[in-house]
């Protein structure tokens, strides 16, 4: 089917072939009135266009959704949809390939901040040819990157050193989730969880979507820092990767927390705790029981 406004340029063709308006919107269908018509959509929409091209070069790997909650002007999600389509802006669509669905697994999630940490491993190589391991910290609550630790080599006791620090600067969490590399599972790490209070949960062999939080953040720190950057040595690598730790989480919204960024959500969970809290101590008071 043929747009209006493509059958006005057809109408508009035809009268410069030598046919008259009457006969040309006959032809196409179109009213008389049509032809003299101008768009006021394009006009409308040129300074949410300007704005959404702004924020691509700044965020070039960032859907629309993404960038409805960056826009200073107020927009339906159709309507930035319908504009970053308009202006070429869409993201090639991936290519998955078969994937292996598991049998059902019942598996602990986390129901607060602190509560269970995830780490995984992830590789690649600098322009100078300087291999690149890079050991990446998350939160499973609020999905905030913790730590990503870049090294070129990194042992059982470069993992002790980082989770000491993290331990010391959040405080340790409940559960620590990984897969079985050598460096999770060395009796080393063993047993400096155990002396720290941490629970291990360990993967099942082969299973790599029972640690899917720790998927996820490697598949987006590839995409939006690892695969569009290219670090001239380590020393810059270090820097480009933390620049984009922070904008994770300070400045890029997840749909998983109703696209809010970690750090808004990690603000209004401690507002809401601090208030039940509150409530809870209120409610105790009023029926006379010692706290």
């Not at 960056?70 to 309507?79: D, F, V």
């Not at 600067?169 to 002396?195: C, I, M, T, Y």
């Amino acid at each position: 089917m043929v747009s209006a406004q493509a059958r006005r340029q057809l109408a508009a063709y035809a009268q410069t072939r030598g046919l008259s308006a009457r006969r040309a919107c006959a032809l196409m269908s179109v009213a008389r009135s049509a032809l003299t018509y101008k768009l006021r959509m394009p006009a409308r929409d040129a300074e949410l266009e300007a704005e959404l091209r702004a924020l691509a070069q700044k965020y070039p790997r960032w859907g629309y959704r993404k960038m409805k909650h960056k826009l200073t002007i107020t927009a339906s999600y159709n309507r930035v949809y319908r504009v970053w389509r308009k202006s070429g802006l869409s993201l090639p669509r991936p290519r998955h390939g078969k994937r292996i669905r598991g049998q059902g697994h019942r598996w602990m999630s986390a129901i607060a901040p602190n509560g269970i940490w995830t780490y995984d491993f992830i590789f690649d190589a600098c322009a100078n040819g300087e291999k690149l391991k890079m050991l990446v910290v998350t939160d499973e609550y609020n999905r905030k990157c913790l730590s990503i630790l870049v090294l070129s080599k990194i042992r059982s006791k470069q993992v002790i050193q980082e989770l000491s620090r993290l331990f010391a600067l959040h405080g340790p969490p409940h559960n620590l989730r990984s897969d079985n590399g050598p460096e999770f599972v060395a009796k080393s790490v063993q047993k400096w969880l155990r002396d720290s209070g941490v629970a291990t949960a360990y993967v099942e062999p082969g299973k790599p979507w029972q640690n899917g939080l720790a998927e996820s953040v490697n598949s987006v720190f590839r995409n939006e820092c690892l695969d569009f950057e290219r670090f001239a040595n380590k020393s810059e690598a270090k820097i480009i990767i933390e620049n984009w730790r922070l904008q994770y989480n300070y400045e890029r919204p997840h749909g998983s927390l109703n696209y809010k960024t970690p750090a808004q959500f990690c603000t209004s969970w401690q507002k809401n705790s601090a208030h039940l809290w509150r409530n809870s101590v209120t409610f105790q008071k009023y029926e006379g029981l010692s706290l």
